[in-house]
């Protein structure tokens, strides 16, 4: 399934109270992917900040260029499944990365994911802090406890094939995003693992590019209790319907 003419990116940025680190993300992927002469677009999903991130998206709109920066709200916060469907809407790319907003990912290894994805003609690929030369920067003890321990019990419970699990930072065929997306039910934390898992299911083949991961450096993260028991019944759901 090769991809039809040159490769387009389309940057899914779902946004959450994030007015600190937008611009400073959106001017390090238009430098990235302008430097490596990728055709993209950047559309910007926020769900309803109170804290003014749809103003920033606004300025960055004018000062990129509506071509460049599309920002695609919503009213509320509902959820990072439905805000990449409802971000794949608007896409144009015949590829889509998906990323943190945060400053957790450097766009600095999209070039990569995409060198790596003709290498290997991979309908999917995927960051991992797991293995190679990646790694996670700035978490505590127990947030880098968290996350092995998914990874770990997701690994040993459904076989996926792949290192890093709870990552999201992708790059996908933008037609396998689609099929994804209909078989998905997860939302929040599970929904990566969940990706992954039913792309093996589909025959979609996956390949994995190593990445620093860096804690975020404005705001607070979105990972609390909730998102840990949900995780946990989310895999069993998984475990108990693979």
Avoid at 88 to 111: C, E, Q, R, W
Avoid at 159 to 166: N, Q, Y
Avoid at 173 to 191: A, P, T
Wanted: hydrophobic fraction near 40%; include cysteine.
């Amino acid at each position: 399934m090769a991809a039809r003419g040159p490769p387009r990116l389309s940057v899914l940025l779902p946004t959450y109270n994030e007015r600190d680190n937008l611009p400073l993300v959106v001017w390090l992927l238009a430098r990235t992917l302008g430097d490596s002469g990728i055709d993209f677009e950047i559309i910007i999903i926020d769900d309803g900040s109170p804290d003014g991130t749809q103003e920033v998206a606004q300025q960055l709109e004018k000062i990129y260029g509506s071509d460049k920066i599309l920002l695609r709200p919503r009213a509320k916060k509902l959820g990072l499944g439905t805000a990449y469907i409802h971000g794949m809407k608007y896409a144009t790319g015949n590829f889509i990365v998906i990323m943190d907003a945060d400053l957790s990912h450097h766009p600095k290894f999209i070039p990569e994911f995409i060198r790596k994805q003709k290498e290997g003609n991979f309908d999917i690929v995927s960051g991992t802090r797991y293995k190679g030369n990646g790694g996670v920067y700035g978490w505590d003890l127990k947030r880098k406890l968290i996350s092995r321990g998914a990874n770990f019990l997701t690994q040993v419970l459904l076989r996926p094939g792949a290192s890093d699990l709870t990552g999201s930072f992708r790059l996908y065929r933008k037609e396998v995003l689609e099929k994804l997306m209909e078989k998905c039910v997860s939302k929040g934390y599970v929904f990566q693992m969940e990706m992954i898992v039913r792309a093996r299911q589909l025959g979609f083949t996956v390949g994995e590019v190593p990445i620093s991961f860096v804690d975020r450096v404005y705001g607070e993260s979105k990972l609390g209790g909730n998102e840990i028991v949900s995780f946990l019944k989310g895999l069993l759901t998984l475990f108990a319907t693979t």
